[in-house]
């Protein structure tokens, strides 16, 4: 069974640090992107960070600078390191799997793709910003 488990949220204050993680297992295929997703209430999921399978990594413009996405090297478990946190921050946050893309967007990159093409979602972990 696919299982996609976040840890690391929390409450920190303005200029905090956290570091999210994502444990990933039973992946049936190669995950094409890895990505942190957030949602804050009354507002719309949003991307924050993906990372390809090279290691090539997209950010949401205000995550530049201050959020850094990592993977475990031959794994797909995967890490957002955040820095500087920030009010606006404050959302739930979720790690998702792109497994299923179709055949002629497999070359596409991570950023800004459909969210249906990630088949495999976390719960989420929450994360409070505050000041």
């Known amino acids: 069974q696919v299982r996609l488990v976040e840890s690391g949220g929390g409450s920190v204050q303005v200029g905090g640090s956290l570091r999210l993680s994502c444990a990933v297992s039973?992946?049936?295929?190669?995950?094409?992107?890895m990505t942190w997703f957030r949602q804050a209430p009354g507002k719309e999921r949003e991307e924050v960070a993906s990372?390809?399978?090279?290691?090539?990594?997209t950010y949401e413009e205000s995550a530049k600078g201050r959020f850094t996405i990592s993977k475990d090297n031959g794994k797909n478990d995967m890490y957002l390191e955040m820095n500087n946190l920030k009010p606006e921050d404050s959302a739930m946050y979720y790690c998702?799997?792109?497994?299923?893309?179709?055949?002629?967007?497999?070359?596409?990159?991570?950023?800004?793709?459909?969210?249906?093409?990630?088949?495999?979602w976390g719960m989420g972990t929450q994360v409070t910003v505050s000041s």
């Open positions: 039973g992946l049936p295929n190669k995950a094409y992107c």
């Open positions: 998702a799997a792109d497994t299923r893309r179709p055949v002629s967007q497999r070359a596409a990159r991570c950023g800004g793709i459909a969210q249906g093409w990630f088949d495999y």
């Open positions: 990372i390809d399978l090279g290691g090539y990594r």
